[in-house]
């Protein structure tokens, strides 16, 4: 899941944590509570228990809770067996594991996009 630049969390939402609003950072963040609003990051891990309702743009996302929103990631997008998305989808590359819950449509484009152009498409799809 991670390569060499990315091996650990940077930022952790713990469980029983509600918090709202824009997270953009450089690194990984892990949400285990329940965060509402946009992020914007190199890597997104939604645990079990964790809840994100916005959008997310990262070059990987990996949900084993549940994300309600477009999920824009230049690299792959993993749903665990037991993680639920709500929202389209836009990746190279995309895992659904048994018993994993996806509702919305998915793009899968061969090359991925790079973090502006995925910045620049999520940025005109939320002031729309």
Not at 24 to 35: N, P, S
Not at 91 to 113: N, Y
């Amino acid at each position: 899941m991670f390569n060499k630049k990315h091996d650990r969390i940077e930022t952790l939402i713990e469980v029983n944590s509600e918090i709202k609003g824009i997270i953009t950072l450089k690194g990984t963040l892990r949400v285990d509570g329940y965060f509402e609003g946009n992020v914007k990051a190199d890597w997104v891990i939604v645990g079990e228990k964790g809840h994100i309702k916005g959008d997310m743009v990262a070059s990987g996302v990996v949900v084993g809770g549940f994300a309600e929103g477009n999920i824009h990631a230049s690299e792959y997008i993993e749903i665990m067996s037991k993680g639920r998305v709500l929202g389209d989808v836009d990746t190279q590359k995309l895992a659904i594991l048994e018993g994993g819950l996806f509702e919305g449509h998915s793009k899968m484009h061969p090359g991925g996009k790079t973090e502006k152009e995925l910045s620049v498409e999520i940025r005109n799809q939320i002031e729309q």
